[in-house]
């Protein structure tokens, strides 16, 4: 259990966890009046993090259909 908490840690995917352990009710206030933090708050999420761009046009989402889905919870 340690090491998947340690490898999870130096991928960068606890950012997510940490804020919202922090302050979840900021997050949700950014959230609501700011649609530039709901863009940054969607992409650190693990999920969009692991996203690459032009790498592997098959696999990877295009940026407009990015925006479409961050448009979505706007």
Same mark, same amino acid.
């Given at each position: 259990?340690f090491d998947a908490l %340690?490898?999870? &840690?130096?991928?960068? &995917?606890?950012?997510?966890?940490?804020?919202?352990?922090?302050? @979840?009710?900021?997050?949700?206030?950014?959230?609501? #009046?700011?649609?530039?933090?709901?863009?940054?708050?969607?992409?650190?999420? @693990?999920?969009?993090?692991?996203?690459?761009?032009?790498? #592997?046009?098959?696999?990877?989402?295009?940026? #407009? #259909?990015?925006?479409? &889905? %961050?448009?979505?919870?706007?």
């Open positions: 259990m %340690i490898a999870y &840690n130096k991928k960068g &995917n606890s950012a997510y966890f940490v804020m919202m352990t922090a302050r @979840p009710q900021t997050v949700g206030y950014g959230a609501a #009046d700011s649609p530039a933090f709901l863009a940054a708050w969607m992409l650190v999420h @693990p999920g969009f993090a692991q996203w690459t761009f032009g790498s #592997d046009p098959q696999q990877s989402p295009r940026k #407009d #259909d990015v925006l479409d &889905n %961050i448009t979505l919870y706007g």
